[in-house]
């Protein structure tokens, strides 16, 4: 089966509560209601109720089965509203602007899945990157031992012109601008667990350069062997390539002639890109004149499920979003509840 239809498979056996915050959008209704009509989650719309319904009513999208969930009437707003001055009160959050900021439906969304009134959330659609991952990062806070958050794109290769099929993980396409050595290999070990997780596959390395194994010299070739150093002395069972052209990370025969001794032997299904220059634009080549399917970007390293989009998506990439936030929710509760927020 492919990655894709596994996901969507997954999701369907034991849905979660996803909540979307963005429901005055067509993209967004639309994967609503698929969602719902799927069984892959039980949709919660945070937002004005009746402008979501107009909404609702222009695109066509039938809201049976979708929870409608508006913070001017929530039963639930005094609570979240205390939440989040407990939080922010010592960022000189005042209560007034605490009742003020549960008003907005990212941050209601976030405070929902905080207080497990939800599994997970996912917007993006119409907020940027980094109003998404601010609130995530500030509402649902790291997990233990976990230093940084970062993010990682499931980038499906199914076209019949795709010499290479199936899914890869390309890291970090989406947050953290220039890591350093250390915060790039966080991102690798990040990277190769969503890997294991969502592709149920070994992980299988690739960091990124414009040089192969010492064949360029630079500060920036120095900071991806660093970062693959450190990565290889705490996961020494790890099948990672450092310093490797994209080439020789993803053709066999190229590995061969650039890299005779490589781990990865050109078969590596985790690209960590050197920053997020590369990462972005990657990604998106390989979206839109590679003919990928791009998936994300999904946040790892939060407490509980926060996962953003391309302001570019479509209806389609959200609904794949939901699945993929509905399969890391499972394993959430399956590893006991997800962490508890600090
Ligand atoms: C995500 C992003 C907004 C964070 O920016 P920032 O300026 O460091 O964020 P803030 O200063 O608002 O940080 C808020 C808090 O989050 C923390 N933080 C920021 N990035 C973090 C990360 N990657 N992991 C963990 N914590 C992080 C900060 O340390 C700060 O903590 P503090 O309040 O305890 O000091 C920034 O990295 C960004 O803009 N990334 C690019 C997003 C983008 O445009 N992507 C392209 C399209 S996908
Ligand atoms: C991931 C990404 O590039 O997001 P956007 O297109 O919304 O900037």
């Known amino acids: 089966m ?60 039938d809201l049976a089965g979708i929870e409608l969930v508006d913070p001017a009437d929530s039963p639930l707003t005094p609570e979240l509203t205390r939440v989040l001055h407990g939080l922010r009160e010592k960022k000189g959050m005042t209560r007034e602007q605490a009742e003020q900021e549960v008003g907005k439906p990212l941050c209601f969304a976030n405070l929902l899945v905080r207080q497990g009134h939800a599994d997970g959330s996912v917007a993006g659609a119409v907020h940027t990157t980094a109003e998404v991952v601010r609130s995530a990062i500030q509402l649902l806070g790291l997990e ?12 499906m290769l199914c076209q019949p012109f795709h010499s290479l099929k199936g899914g890869l993980i390309f890291s970090d ?20 667990d969503s890997a294991r997780a969502l592709l149920d596959e070994a992980p299988r390395v690739a960091m990124l350069s414009f040089s192969t194994h010492g064949s360029a010299r630079h500060a920036a070739v120095d900071k991806v062997v660093e970062a693959a150093h450190r990565v290889k002395a705490q996961r020494p069972g790890l099948a990672i390539d450092e310093d490797v052209q994209l080439d020789a990370a993803i053709v066999a025969e190229i590995a061969e002639r650039k890299l005779p001794d490589s781990r990865v032997k050109g078969n590596a ?42 302001r570019g998506c479509s209806a389609g990439d959200i609904v794949n979003v939901i699945a993929v936030t509905t399969v890391q929710a499972q394993a959430a509760a399956a590893r006991g509840g997800a962490a508890p927020c600090r």
């Open 2 to 61: 492919k990655a894709l239809n596994r996901i969507l498979d997954r999701a369907h056996q034991a849905p979660k509560r996803i909540v979307l915050c963005e429901g005055e959008d067509g993209r967004v209704l639309q994967a609503a209601e698929r969602a719902t009509r799927q069984g892959i989650a039980a949709i919660l719309l945070v937002g004005a109720r009746a402008r979501i319904e107009t909404a609702a009513a222009e695109h066509g999208v």
């Open 144 to 155: 233990p031992g976990c230093k940084l958050v970062s993010s990682f794109f499931l980038m």
């Open 173 to 192: 396409c989406g947050l953290v601008i220039d890591p350093d050595a250390e915060q790039l290999s966080h991102i690798a070990m990040a990277a190769a």
């Open 269 to 310: 299904n985790v690209l960590i890109f050197p920053d997020l220059e590369a990462g972005n634009i990657g990604y998106k080549l390989a979206e839109r004149i590679g003919g990928a399917e791009a998936i994300g970007p999904l946040l790892q390293g939060l407490t509980r499920p926060a996962n953003d989009l391309s």
